[in-house]
């Protein structure tokens, strides 16, 4: 029985193509510019199990960034081991679970895959991916047990202003009571330049839960570090013994490596935000060149956008020769369909190139925007 639906986003992690516009991603993080004088600490590190909610120094650090107990942390091995074991734990068959989509499509498939029923709260690209509060309480049910959403969300890099969350969680109380607020901070941090960074939603209330990881505003997947931010001591332990029955605990180097990471956060996030907000700006110029064939919505944070081939401009069968076109170019952009999207939007990321490499992959798209719509 296949719990997971198939899903062409796992392409991501396979061969890339010359200009790889799909990823989520700001540049990778190198081990050596990483460690340093670190070396010898990291050389002495002792090979054996770590501890099932993970080590206190790395959670003293989490927590220091979102401003609660270093015992409200619970480390995982990447964003997404805690988004499924939270459904794992909170969610079961004739259980509901509401998410918001478009939305990363593991992030969905964990819920449908304990049993539970999962209801789609639709955001759009015409209403720039905002979160209407009022088409959420149409969801809500005794039966539910997870509002799960993402803060900015993945693909469109929108954020959820905090007087909205601020009404979800406030709904939930009264219409879904038993249920539980999860929310993605994986972009959070990632700001343009001097843009101030989004609040965490960990302050809303003990019935919500953040989620986050290393992955995204760090440059720094390849650790599989992740974590929930848990306020209720009961959900909280049983989130760590769920994590003792599937993994154990995080690897000991992965949390060593990942505490040296945040202890240069600073110097590496600020590098990346400058680097996001020099590429966004290459990317705003470029999609007013070809603002007659294309429309985007501007993200709040993150490393990533959604653009849309205008419809009075590209048929079914134009659609179809601009992605012929991206492939001849090797081109990778994310569909929209990946995420419960529309055909014609497209996940574009904008993080991982240089600045001169992104640069050169947009003219390739625009040449095929160009040559589809001729």
Not at 337 to 347: A, I, K, L, T, Y
Request: net charge neutral; hydrophobic share 45%; aromatic share 6%.
């Amino acid at each position: 029985m296949d719990r997971f639906p198939d899903n062409d986003i796992i392409s991501l992690v396979s061969s890339a193509p010359r200009h790889d516009l799909a990823e989520s991603v700001g540049p990778n993080l190198w081990l050596g510019e990483l460690l340093g004088p670190n070396q010898a600490e990291i050389g002495a590190l002792q090979l054996g199990y770590g501890t099932a909610a993970g080590g206190a120094q790395l959670r003293a650090q989490i927590a220091a960034r979102h401003g609660v107990d270093a015992d409200d942390v619970v480390v995982t091995v990447g964003g997404m081991h805690a988004l499924f074991l939270l459904a794992f734990t909170l969610c079961g068959p004739g259980d509901e679970a509401v998410i918001a989509e478009p939305a990363f499509p593991l992030a969905r498939n964990t819920l449908g895959a304990v049993g539970a029923t999962v209801r789609s709260l639709p955001l759009n690209f015409d209403a720039g991916y905002r979160l209407d509060p009022e088409a959420l309480r149409a969801l809500l049910s005794p039966k539910t047990r997870i509002v799960s959403l993402a803060s900015p969300q993945n693909p469109s890099g929108v954020a959820i202003p905090a007087s909205t969350l601020r009404k979800v969680a406030e709904l939930m109380r009264t219409h879904a009571p038993d249920a539980w607020l999860i929310v993605d901070e994986t972009y959070r941090e990632a700001a343009y330049g001097e843009d101030s960074t989004l609040p965490s939603a960990s302050a809303l209330g003990p019935r919500v839960v953040t989620v986050a990881s290393l992955s995204k505003c760090h440059g720094a997947a390849g650790l599989r570090v992740g974590w929930a931010i848990v306020r209720d001591a009961a959900l909280r332990q049983t989130l760590v013994t769920a994590k003792f029955n599937t993994v154990i605990s995080c690897s000991p180097l992965d949390e060593a490596l990942a505490a040296t990471v945040l202890k240069q956060g600073e110097h590496i996030v600020g590098a990346r935000r400058r680097h996001l907000a020099h590429n966004l700006g290459t990317l705003e110029a470029w999609v007013g060149r070809h603002a007659a064939r294309i429309e985007w919505v501007r993200p709040d944070a993150g490393a990533l956008c959604c653009v849309r081939l205008k419809p009075q401009v590209y048929d079914d069968a134009a659609l179809q020769r601009f992605q012929a076109a991206l492939h001849e170019r090797s081109v990778r952009l994310a569909p929209g369909p990946w995420f419960g999207d529309e055909p014609r939007v497209f996940r574009l990321g904008f993080g991982l190139a240089t600045n001169a490499e992104l640069a050169a992959a947009l003219h390739c798209v625009g040449q095929a925007l160009e040559w589809a719509s001729a």
